[in-house]
């Protein structure tokens, strides 16, 4: 059976939509399509249907990526439909926790900052780059890519 995999953020068109981006490409590569799938959700409604921040796509486009992603807004349902829920702060964390059905399906919930190495560190959430310039965009990307590295080792173990 797949893993299903949520990222979420606030918007949905910054950091969750990069993790998801990133990971597809990881999960591309490692040839693991048939057993993982990834999809990604904001907490908050108001970007629906947008492509990700051109802020952040014009970053992951010089690295590579290209992030097409349609904003959408996490609902109840995302909790029987995936098996891991990651959030991106703290903020995120307490929105999600809200929605769960139960306290068994908040056992889904994991932040990002778990699955940082080199990042763990100094940060302990993904900064939220919507306010900040382009330098926050790419340290969004290099953690991004620190933790899908080490969730797809962990999901293939
Ligand atoms: P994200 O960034 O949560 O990483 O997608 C944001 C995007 C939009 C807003 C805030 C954060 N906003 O306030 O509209």
């Not at 907490?43 to 051109?54: I, N, S, W």
């Not at 829920?85 to 889904?108: F, G, Q, T, W």
């Not at 790419?138 to 173990?157: I, S, T, Y």
Request: net charge negative; proline share 4%; charged share 30%.
């Amino acid at each position: 059976m797949k893993q299903k995999i949520l990222f979420v953020c606030l918007g949905n068109i910054c950091r969750s939509p990069a993790a998801d981006g990133i990971m597809h490409d990881l999960v591309a590569k490692a040839g693991a399509e048939g057993r993982i799938y990834i999809d990604s959700a904001g907490t908050y409604a108001g970007h629906t249907g947008e492509l990700p921040d051109p802020r952040m796509r014009a970053a992951a486009a010089r690295r590579g990526y290209n992030f097409t992603h349609r904003a959408r807004q996490i609902r109840e349902s995302d909790f029987y439909d995936f098996d891991r829920i990651i959030v991106m702060d703290d903020y995120n964390y307490e929105s999600v926790h809200r929605l769960a059905p139960s306290r068994e399906y908040s056992n889904k919930i994991y932040r990002m900052c778990e699955f940082f190495t080199t990042f763990a560190e100094r940060w302990s959430h993904v900064p939220d780059p919507y306010y900040e310039g382009a330098e926050g965009f790419e340290l969004v990307l290099d953690m991004l890519e620190e933790g899908c590295r080490n969730l797809l080792a962990d999901l293939e173990q």
